[in-house]
Nanobody, 123 residues
Framework: VQLVESGGGSVQAGGSLRLSCVAS????????MAWFRQAPGKEREGVAS??????IKYADSVQGRFTISQTKRNTLYLQMNSLQPEDTGVYYC???????????????????WGKGTQVTVSS
């Protein structure tokens, strides 16, 4: 499975961005897809996850501001509103293409990762 992210960029605080991720390869009925991010000097953290059966999980820091969605089994989005400088980082798409029991922000659960897209929010 290969993942390609797009949609990153630079915005001012309060602005919005929409990230997209397209996965190629086999995605089963028991798959998870997720967004992670990594800020400079910090560890990678889970942002939002979506299971193929519809369950969703968000990090507390983005709850109510970010929305994860999926229009096809292999296309994932992250709508980011009310962006703040602390949202700055490289955003990665990840998938566990089979054997996923529920939405999770646990990075080791994911088998495949994209190369990331940069999001920069200025104050």
């Amino acid at each position: 499975v290969q993942l390609v992210e797009s949609g990153g960029g630079s915005v001012q605080a309060g602005g919005s961005l929409r990230l997209s991720c397209v996965a190629s390869g086999y995605i089963s009925d028991y798959s998870c897809m997720a967004w992670f991010r990594q800020a400079p000097g910090k560890e990678r953290e889970g942002v939002a996850s979506l299971h193929s059966e519809g369950t969703i999980k968000y990090a507390d820091s983005v709850q109510g501001r970010f929305t994860i969605s999926q229009t096809k089994r292999n296309t994932l989005y992250l709508q980011m509103n009310s962006l703040q400088p602390e949202d700055t980082g490289v955003y990665y798409c990840a998938t566990r293409s089979t054997g996923c029991s529920g939405a999770t922000l646990n990075a080791p659960a994911y088998y495949y990762w994209g190369k990331g897209t940069q999001v920069t929010v200025s104050s």
